[in-house]
């Protein structure tokens, strides 16, 4: 794990690639709706595709709170990135704390470098916040898997490599997830990219449909070597996820946030800059404190995961709170800026689109909320949820 020296210079690099090479992009890219490659390829060199993959896999073995940071970072500059790097070091988290030896040894030294890039395939037409309810199956053909089924939503699905399948081995088996696997499956004939999803915002990195039919993979290809895990795999994943979802919230809200300052003292009516009237002050006043509140949120669930302790409560409420807070504060930057923030000439109207997705990715503000809720009612009866932390 790298020191706290390290870890600076990682956010510090990650922060110069952000202003010399995405900010002069990002908009394009956007607006076009053009997949990124030279910037993927520098975060290839970077070493990000790889940063929380221990390092005797070639990884830089970041911690939860320095990927949160990194994360952050490159929100500011450009959410969308960030979704090239989430889906893919999920899986490998998954891949390190469940897969077999073999499996951590021949795979994660290629995603730690992006020749392999993680795709996690959950939702399904039918199937989203409700992972027990998946359709898509992998049928046991002797020494192989036939999978079958169509996943919904999946980023990277168009360049990634390395699809991790939620599917169910066991159809009949009650309770649902039980009957749940991961199978760690490869482009090949089955694996069809039907299309790739427009979008309102998070352009750029492609968003796909993808249908399965009669791709085979090995029965060695089996996240752990045993049926029946996947849904536990999800489970622990989302934890890391809903902390990158958080991250990207805080990045997007600052941009919105440090543009609406700036703009503040420029723009003048009336005879003096708008950050001189009370009404513009309280909004950047309230921007700011829910953009603080965030990062503060998000720092705590990944703290709390790099103890290594369950975080499902920490990781709900920092996603619940600065996705609705970067919403707001998108709404605010649009309200400062007037008519021409709702111009392409400048970033806060991508913001404003942008930010609607952390609302709804790695599970619905409303699920954030029935997560919360259960885990204070299990772990804090007396409702003293504090009294571990003073």
Excluded at 30 to 58: C, N, S, V, W
């Amino acid at each position: 794990m790298p020191d706290t020296e390290t870890a600076n210079l990682v956010i510090a690099t990650v922060r110069d690639f952000v202003d010399r090479e995405v900010r002069p992009v990002a908009a394009a890219h956007d607006h076009d709706d053009t997949y990124p490659e030279a910037l993927i390829d520098r975060m290839k060199e970077l070493g990000l595709f790889g940063l929380t993959i221990p390092e005797q896999f070639g990884g830089a073995g970041a911690s939860p709170t320095l990927y949160a940071n990194v994360i952050e970072e490159l929100a500011l500059g450009w959410m969308s990135l960030t979704g090239a790097l989430n889906t893919h070091l999920l899986l490998a988290l998954m891949i390190q704390e469940s897969g077999t030896d073999e499996q951590r040894e021949r795979l994660l030294p290629l995603m730690a470098d992006g020749t392999l890039r993680g795709v996690l395939c959950i939702t399904e037409p039918g199937a989203g916040t409700d992972v027990q309810a998946i359709q898509a199956r992998a049928v046991d053909d002797g020494d192989h898997y036939l999978l079958t089924g169509s996943k919904m939503f999946i980023t990277n699905g168009r360049h990634g490599d390395l699809y991790g399948v939620v599917c169910k081995t066991d159809p009949d088996a009650e309770p649902a997830y039980k009957g749940i696997s991961l199978i760690l499956a490869q482009k090949g004939p089955g694996l069809t990219v039907v299309r790739d999803i427009p979008k309102m915002g998070y352009r750029g990195i492609e968003t796909t449909e993808l249908s399965f039919d009669g791709l085979r993979v090995p029965k060695t290809d089996l996240l752990g070597g045993v049926e029946g895990q996947g849904f536990r795999h999800v489970m622990r994943g989302l934890e890391l996820g809903r902390v990158n979802v958080a991250a990207r919230a805080v990045g997007v809200a600052r941009a919105a946030l440090q543009d609406s300052i700036r703009y503040a003292q420029q723009r003048q009516t009336f005879g003096k800059p708008i950050a001189e009237h009370q009404a513009i002050q309280e909004l950047l006043a309230d921007m700011a404190t829910d953009v603080q509140a965030s990062h503060l949120l998000v720092v705590n669930a990944a703290a709390k995961m790099e103890r290594g302790e369950r975080a499902d409560l920490e990781a709900g409420m920092a996603k619940l709170f600065a996705s609705e807070a970067c919403l707001r504060v998108a709404t605010s930057a649009m309200r400062i800026h007037g008519g021409v923030g709702y111009t392409q000439d400048l970033p806060i109207e991508r913001y404003f689109r942008d930010a609607p997705l952390m609302i709804i990715g790695e599970g619905t503000s409303e699920i954030q909320r029935q997560v919360i809720a259960r885990r204070l009612i299990s772990q804090y009866p007396d409702g003293d949820l504090l009294r571990d932390s003073l």
